[in-house]
């Protein structure tokens, strides 16, 4: 039996994070919107080229073709396209195969307030402005940064990586870091490791990534041949002794990470070019850096990380 809408794992996805919408992008800022209506309707049997978020998306639906009686996750699509601008987005869709068929374009309008509409419990865009919108009225959301698109076809796994304060927790540790020096930070950290966290805005999507982890861990049971689909990390800057409440806060919500890194410091980069994710979530831009190029980043622009 599928699940119902409340229980499934729903993410939305504008058509700037799913598509390469940079030529489409140049009509509409330097002709206009009538230059871009007539270039959508010229293209529009011209499929729109994978965009940074494809590859995790790609590999997010085809969780449902391990799980096809429960059907446990949906993409759905939030598009600031009218639907006639839209139809080359659905096409290009159906072009690449992927199992998409809830949308809602907004002609030109934010699509922050209905996340919670459709329960998504991640929405991603490359317009910073929406997102900001989005995680200003609580709703769950992250910019996705330019990267170059890698999608293995051959490589199946789903590689998940964030960090932890400002993203799976709330950033009340991170306030005190700020507003004060490291040792006061470990200090306040360790006389609380026994206190779990308050989620922080993508605290959901990692209870239900775990969730869909056990389903996992039920396959493996029923049979020792299957194959895991899904891997997820979480990279910090902490180290001991902070890094106990963050293994209490895990504990308390009875959810877990395959690998979990706690760096002091040292440059995330060095992990995720190892661990290459498909999606890496943080609330510091100064930490969504690759050398390569090649790691998909995405902003999470939440609490004291991101005050001026």
Not at 102 to 113: H, I, N, Q, T, V
Not at 183 to 198: D, M
Not at 269 to 293: C, N, T, W
Request: hydrophobic residues 40%; negative net charge.
């Amino acid at each position: 039996m599928p699940y119902p809408i409340e229980d499934k794992l729903v993410i939305a996805v504008a058509s700037s994070a799913l598509f390469d919408l940079s030529d489409s992008d140049h009509v509409f800022r330097t002709e206009g919107e009538k230059a871009y209506r007539k270039h959508q309707e010229a293209h529009l049997v011209v499929p729109l080229g994978k965009g940074v978020a494809f590859p995790f998306v790609r590999r997010f639906l085809a969780i449902n073709q391990r799980f096809p009686d429960k059907s446990p996750v949906e993409v759905v699509l939030l598009s600031r396209n009218s639907a006639i601008t839209g139809k080359r987005v659905f096409r290009s869709i159906n072009h690449h195969g992927l199992d998409i068929s809830r949308a809602a374009f907004l002609e030109g309008k934010s699509p922050y307030p209905y996340i919670p509409a459709f329960n998504a419990s991640l929405f991603l865009s490359a317009n910073e402005n929406d997102v900001l919108q989005a995680i200003d009225y609580g709703h769950p959301a992250g910019t996705v940064l330019p990267s170059h698109v890698v999608d293995d076809e051959g490589d199946t796994e789903l590689r998940i990586a964030f960090d932890f304060d400002g993203v799976i927790a709330d950033d009340a540790s991170e306030k005190v870091f700020k507003a004060g020096t490291l040792e006061a930070f470990q200090e306040h950290e360790t006389s609380r490791a026994h206190i779990p966290h308050s989620p922080g805005p993508l605290a959901d999507l990692f209870r239900k990534l775990s969730h869909l982890q056990k389903l996992e861990d039920k396959a493996v049971d029923e049979d020792a041949n299957y194959k895991r689909v899904l891997r997820t990390g979480i990279v910090t800057a902490r180290n001991a002794p902070s890094h106990e409440r963050v293994i209490t806060t895990l504990e308390h919500w009875g959810v877990d990470a395959n690998e979990v890194f706690f760096l002091g410091g040292m440059k995330k980069d060095r992990i995720l070019s190892v661990l290459k994710p498909h999606m890496f979530f943080d609330d510091q831009r100064s930490h969504l850096e690759s050398e390569a190029g090649n790691v998909p980043m995405v902003h999470i622009p939440f609490g004291v990380a991101n005050v001026d």
